[in-house]
């Protein structure tokens, strides 16, 4: 697959929870996620999809790993990243100050991953697929991961790791004041997200919040709570239009949720 394809875009996005059949109560009830098993035996592989079927997933959830959560590592989305060339990209990554935190991966038939971290600390995934890549160009339908936040102890430095990896560019910026410039960046002439320098009384380290587009973000947000979750900051209006709601699942994963201001049939 070429870099024009893949190199760069978020592909794949996973939930590691301390209660998988709970949390997938929770999405699919909230967003409107099938779910769709792959592979055999006792515990196969469960995957979210947008229509029902395995054609349409876009992500996973599992057992968060013992070893991460005796790290201290909470329920949390992983973004993954697509990579034209992964042993180059996880070579380069750690060349421009990252780390490696799951070697390279092979999973037959699938493709080959990796968990990495950036120089701040903030983690993702990197995935060349076997055959044909996740998702799709463009921008994001209903129910699809629509924007990638990256709030981090030095947003400069951050995109400068990011556009030596993936080739991203800075798109439009936005002052906001006492809490700094938010830093949008992009592939391919599309906007993927934004970065920030987290203040001081923002909990954890340096991490990626990934949101979700949805119909109506205010009725999401109440529904969010009746589920057992919580709605952390918002709903709220942001620049450029739309409004979003940044959320806890009943698990502790945070995550959140984007109604653009023109919503398509």
Avoid at 20 to 42: N, S
Avoid at 142 to 157: R, V
Avoid at 212 to 240: C, F, H, S, T, Y
Wanted: glycine content about 12%; aromatic content about 10%; some cysteine.
């Amino acid at each position: 697959m070429s870099d024009d394809t893949l190199q760069g875009r978020f592909i794949w996005y996973e939930l590691l929870t301390s209660d998988p059949d709970a949390a997938t109560g929770f999405y699919t009830e909230l967003i409107g996620w099938g779910t769709a098993e792959w592979g055999e035996g006792e515990n196969p592989y469960v995957m979210w999809t947008t229509d029902g079927t395995p054609e349409g997933s876009m992500g996973g959830v599992i057992p968060l790993p013992e070893e991460a959560r005796k790290a201290g590592a909470p329920p949390h989305w992983l973004p993954y990243v697509g990579s034209s060339d992964i042993e180059a990209t996880v070579s380069e990554a750690q060349k421009l100050g990252g780390k490696v935190l799951v070697a390279l991966t092979e999973i037959p038939t699938v493709g080959r991953f990796a968990v990495l971290s950036d120089p701040q600390g903030a983690v993702f995934a990197v995935f060349a697929p076997a055959e044909q890549a996740p998702g799709h160009e463009g921008p994001a339908q209903l129910m699809e991961f629509s924007w990638h936040e990256l709030a981090t102890t030095d947003h400069e430095a951050a995109f400068e790791f990011y556009e030596g990896l993936f080739g991203w560019k800075k798109t439009e910026s936005f002052d906001m004041g006492p809490a700094g410039i938010y830093q949008m960046y992009g592939r391919k002439d599309m906007t993927l997200g934004g970065m920030f320098n987290k203040s001081e009384d923002m909990p954890g380290p340096p991490a990626w919040l990934l949101y979700i587009e949805v119909e109506d973000v205010d009725q999401a947000a109440e529904r969010v709570q009746e589920l057992g979750g919580k709605v952390l900051n918002g709903p709220m209006e942001v620049p450029g239009g739309g409004r979003i709601a940044q959320c806890m699942d009943p698990q502790g994963a945070a995550f959140a949720m984007h109604t653009s201001s023109v919503q398509t049939a």
